[in-house]
């Protein structure tokens, strides 16, 4: 079993629509989770970064995390065909200095 | 900020000659830079951890001879591909951390390597 868990996909979703991206993780250590976006042929793109618990809202993205579950989400309000991309969750221990474990990425189209 | 390079960003080389990809850090000093390599549709797989200064860690199963790995400034690394084959053909990427957030990575937009 992999440590940290995310569906691939591809998620279809028609322009406007509410999108809800999920991982589960299995290591109780992790403390710090973090989404990263990540365009066809590009480099990942830090979107969110959330320690506690709850959520934490930027603009049209909200990222929620719920420890006692070991789940974590993000929602993408009103989305764009701009928002088509790669999102990958990633997960730190706290004071783990160099070490991020990644999802394998959802794969996320919307279409017009 | 928290901006990161690479350049290139694509190179196409003959097999079993060296290629030099270079990491910078433009707006913030980074602690440690990150090496990843990415196949396509798959999710990143990290290579090797570098602190400025140190030698490179690198991870299970990649030859540190055929990646070598220098971090000699707190705003620059570069990874060489040595004696590279069609089978080293990847995306390369690098990551920094600095101080503002330790716990996170800020990327670069990666290196497309073709090797023929």
């Known amino acids: 079993q992999k440590e940290v868990e995310q569906d691939p996909g591809p998620l279809s979703v028609p322009e406007g629509a509410i999108v809800s991206l999920n991982c589960t993780y299995s290591?109780?250590?992790?403390?710090?989770f973090m989404w990263y976006r990540q365009y066809s042929r590009k480099g990942p793109e830090l979107l969110m970064y959330?320690?506690?618990?709850g959520n934490k809202e930027d603009g049209r993205f909200t990222a929620q995390v719920d420890k006692s579950s070991k789940y974590i989400s993000l929602f993408i309000r009103d989305s764009q065909p701009s928002d088509s991309a790669t999102y990958l969750c990633a997960m730190s221990p706290k004071n783990a200095g160099n070490m991020l474990t990644f999802g394998g990425g959802t794969r996320l189209m919307v279409k017009p | 900020g928290a901006v990161v390079s690479q350049h290139p960003s694509w190179v196409i080389c003959k097999s079993g000659t060296s290629v030099k990809i270079e990491c910078r850090s433009l707006d913030f000093q980074a602690t440690t830079m990150f090496w990843y390599r990415q196949f396509p549709k798959q999710s990143l797989m990290l290579m090797a951890t570098?602190?400025?200064?140190?030698?490179?860690?690198?991870e299970q199963g990649v030859e540190k001879d055929k990646f070598l790995i220098n971090h000699a400034s707190l705003t620059l690394s570069t990874l060489t591909v040595t004696s590279a084959h069609p089978e080293d053909s990847s995306f390369y990427i690098c990551s920094a951390r600095g101080t503002r957030r330790p716990d996170t990575q800020y990327f670069g937009p990666g290196t497309r390597l073709t090797v023929l």
């Open positions: 570098s602190n400025e200064g140190s030698k490179a860690t690198y």
């Open positions: 959330t320690y506690s618990s």
């Open positions: 290591n109780s250590a992790f403390q710090y």
